[in-house]
């Protein structure tokens, strides 16, 4: 059972647009959700994270938003550059547990 | 401080062998986790350790599999009677918990060993 959904499988973006990806879950007692970037041959890196008592956090040119009573959260990458191209993976840990639950992951092209 | 190092990065093993992977944590982080992540998929948890006490261990994790982190510090996970299915990356992460992330529990991925089995 996926604990994290996350869609699109895949995305192609222009340089210069708006890459969403999104996340859903069911447990309620998730309470930390980081998106991390995997590079190929590297590991996945922390990218941004957010708590459910804020519904946005932005860092630069990546937002999370985050819906609580909708149990979704979603990644925005502004003015995508071909150097995001990578795989980004949502995740959600829950309060009083050290398991993190990853999505299957979304990999994005960022079209020069 | 390198980092979360991971050895080795690359195993082509045999059916039936037995292999062995070992993690360095960033030293000040006193938490310890193996994932294991399959081509198109997200890291799936395996196990947790905090200090040397291994406190969470996934079902994914059978009699085959065991995990060691002596004194605290690097940890080891063996597999036993290697099987194609077992052919992953295997993901450590070492975590400390930050005040500006609200005191949760950031995990430091290691690049990951990639096993094949033959």
């Known amino acids: 059972q996926q604990q994290v959904k996350q869609s699109p499988q895949s995305l192609i973006v222009q340089k210069g647009g708006i890459s969403i990806i999104n996340c859903a879950y069911e447990?309620?007692?998730?309470?930390?959700f980081p998106w991390y970037q995997q590079f190929p041959g590297k590991g996945p890196a922390l990218l941004i994270a957010?708590?459910?008592?804020?519904s946005e956090k932005k860092e630069g040119r990546f937002t999370i938003s985050f819906n609580k009573s909708a149990k979704q959260f979603s990644l925005h990458i502004m003015d995508s550059q071909p150097g995001d191209s990578a795989t980004y993976f949502c995740?959600?840990?829950?309060?009083?547990?050290?398991?993190?639950?990853f999505g299957t992951g979304t990999s994005l092209t960022v079209i020069p | 401080d390198t980092g979360v190092s991971q050895d080795p990065r690359h195993k082509i093993t045999k059916r039936g062998q037995n292999v062995t992977f070992r993690c360095d944590p960033i030293?000040?982080?006193?938490?310890l986790y193996w994932y294991r992540q399959t081509l198109g998929q997200g890291p799936e948890f395996l196990t947790y350790?905090?200090?040397?006490?291994?406190?969470?261990k996934s079902r994914l994790l059978s009699d085959r599999f065991s995990a060691e982190r002596p004194k605290g510090s690097f940890s080891t996970l063996e597999i036993q009677r290697t099987e194609q299915g077992d052919s992953a990356m295997y993901l450590c992460?070492?975590?400390?918990?930050?005040?500006?992330?609200?005191?949760?529990?950031?995990?430091?991925f290691g690049a990951g060993s990639r096993l094949t089995v033959l």
């Open positions: 030293s000040e982080h006193n938490r």
């Open positions: 957010i708590r459910p008592d804020v």
């Open positions: 995740a959600a840990n829950p309060a009083t547990g050290n398991q993190f639950y």
């Open positions: 447990n309620t007692a998730f309470d930390y």
């Open positions: 992460a070492s975590s400390l918990e930050i005040p500006s992330h609200g005191w949760a529990n950031v995990l430091t």
């Open positions: 350790f905090q200090n040397e006490a291994q406190l969470e």
